[in-house]
Each structure stands twice: as C-alpha cells, then as structure tokens.
C-alpha cells in the first residue's frame, strides 16, 4: 500500500498549526462515534451469531477506537510552542503517534492469527454462523468505506501524515470487513472453516498495514531525509531568490509532518555582510512561505561573480 504524496509546492501549500489541530479533532471525534458503535455492534452480534471473523471485525474497529485517542493525545501535544527542552516544538508528537499505531496494528494481528489458528486446529469444532452476522458486516463495510473516504480528505487538506495514517488504519477496516463477509457467506453455503480463514487473513491485512505504519515513523524519528523530488522542489526556490548565485549541500529532515532544513547559499564574495545575511533571510522566508519548511538555517558561501570570472579569464589571456 502506497500512502499519498503530501507534498504541494505552491504559495499556500502549508497549513496552520492551528488548522492541523482542528482538522484532527474534528475527523478523529467523527471516527470515535462511528467506531464505538460499530465495535459494539460487531462484537455483540458476533457472539451471539457464532462468527468469529464477525468477532474479529469488531475487536479491530476497537483498536482504531484506541488508535483514535492516540491521535488526539498526539494532536494535543504536537501544538505546544518551542521550550528551552523543544527548540524545534513538539511536532513528532505525530510521528511517535503513527509509530503507536503501528505497534498497536501489529498486536491485534497477532492476537487475531493466534486465535484464527485455534479454531483451524479442529475444523469439526467451528459452527454455523447465523445470517444476522452477515447484515451487520454489509452495514460496518459502507460505513468504514465513507469512514475512510471522509478522514483522507480532511488529511490531504492539511497535509497531516499522521491523519492520513489513522484514515488507512480505517480503510483496512473496510478492507477486513469485506474479506470477513465473503467467509461468512461461505459458512452459510455449507464451508464453516472459511469463516476462521476469514479471520485469519484479516489478522495478515493488519499486521503488514501496521509494520508500514511502524517502519515509516521509526525512520522519520532517525531523521531520514525527505524524497528527492521535494528536495529538487527546495532548490529550486532558493535559486529564484535573488542575490542567490548557487545552492549545494541541502539537507533535510522530518519534524512531524514538517521538514528541518539546512543549505549552503552561494552570493557574490564581494557583497558586504549585511547584504548577504538579508539575502540569506530572503531565501530563508521564500521556502518557508512555498514549502512545509518548519525552519531553514543557512550557510553563506561568498564566490566570485560571473562578472569577476570573465574579467580573471581576460587578465589572463592578455598576459599570455
């Protein structure tokens, strides 16, 4: 699974801390109440219908229930202001929050393979589920389907990976529900043991959603650079700057879903301090204003201008 591209090179591509909060609030207290009733339900109905990929459905929608006051701790925290312990502010709040998640994926399919894999130990003991169970997968599959549909819209609007993480944790949702209708609708056509292999694949779906999740966020928090076409996108607006006469050694790094930035900015060596550190906070402000750019620190490296090579090369061709 390919999580969409955030990035967004134009004037207003970044939104504000404060539009990141709301936003995760609002699609995270919608998710609360979808995912408690389904949980409930699912759970409910399971049990007293004898599916147990029913039963698994719900014990999922009850992890993204968890999943969902995770969000909202990390959104809460990633919002504070720079401290003396935080110079940079709390962003990866959001990435230790995706990192959750992904830990807590990764549980429940371990716990959903373990039990899947007692009941396919003894076929003769698995029983026929009651149809109520499939009306209540049909129902939870639409509703997580907009669920997810819903919450990857609010992410992309505000370009917040951790959202984007909690709207695919929906999806596969969806996704689980599907392959559990279609193992309940086996067992009632006469297959009891599809419905655990229903349960069994679901747990699969979970745990390789939850190590991406997890693999992401851990080398987000190792400071791994972001992809080279936003890199090249970065470059290219400290060369539009004025008085900027080339760029090398750009580096970057993820703060939540903001990048650090370092650069070596090349202007004319024979500019005075002052005008080069304005050129300097010139370039500094146009990547901040175009990019998902938390901070950039410049170096300034003084060179000879075109003009001055011109006229070393002509010096020297006259006193040959």
């Known amino acids: 699974m390919n999580l969409p591209d955030l990035q967004d090179d134009s004037e207003d591509s970044s939104a504000t801390l404060e539009q990141r909060r709301r936003a995760a609030n609002k699609s995270t207290w919608v998710s609360v109440g979808v995912n408690t009733v389904l949980s409930f339900t699912q759970i409910v109905v399971g049990i007293f219908s004898k599916s147990q990929g029913l039963i698994a459905d719900g014990i999922h929608s009850l992890s993204d229930l968890i999943g969902d006051f995770v969000v909202l701790f990390a959104s809460h925290h990633s919002q504070k202001d720079a401290d003396q312990d935080h110079p940079y502010g709390h962003q990866r709040f959001e990435t230790a929050a995706s990192m959750v998640l992904g830990a807590l994926l990764i549980a429940v399919a371990v716990g959903m393979l373990w039990a899947a894999f007692e009941k396919l130990k003894d076929p003769d003991s698995i029983p026929t589920v009651h ?190």
């Open 131 to 320: 149809a109520s169970a499939l009306w209540v997968v049909g129902g939870a599959l639409l509703t997580k389907e907009l669920l997810f549909r819903y919450m990857l819209r609010i992410a992309k609007q505000v370009k917040s990976s951790m959202l984007v993480a909690n709207a695919w944790h929906a999806r596969s949702d969806a996704a689980s529900s599907l392959v559990v209708a279609i193992g309940i609708i086996g067992n009632l056509l006469g297959h009891p043991i599809l419905d655990p292999i229903a349960a069994l694949v679901v747990g699969l779906m979970i745990g390789k959603m939850g190590w991406e999740f997890g693999s992401t966020a851990f080398h987000d928090l190792m400071d791994r650079s972001v992809d080279e076409q936003e890199v090249v996108a970065i470059t290219a607006t400290l060369l539009q700057t004025p008085g900027v006469l080339g760029v090398h050694d750009v580096r970057t790094r993820k703060m939540g879903d903001m990048i650090l930035v370092d650069a070596h900015i090349e202007v004319d060596a024979y500019l005075t301090v002052e005008v080069g550190h304005d050129i300097g906070l010139a370039a500094r402000q146009a990547v901040m204003q175009r990019h998902r750019v938390l901070n950039l620190m410049t170096h300034i490296d003084p060179v000879p201008s075109k003009t001055d090579a011109h006229i070393t090369s002509t010096k020297g061709q006259v006193a040959l």
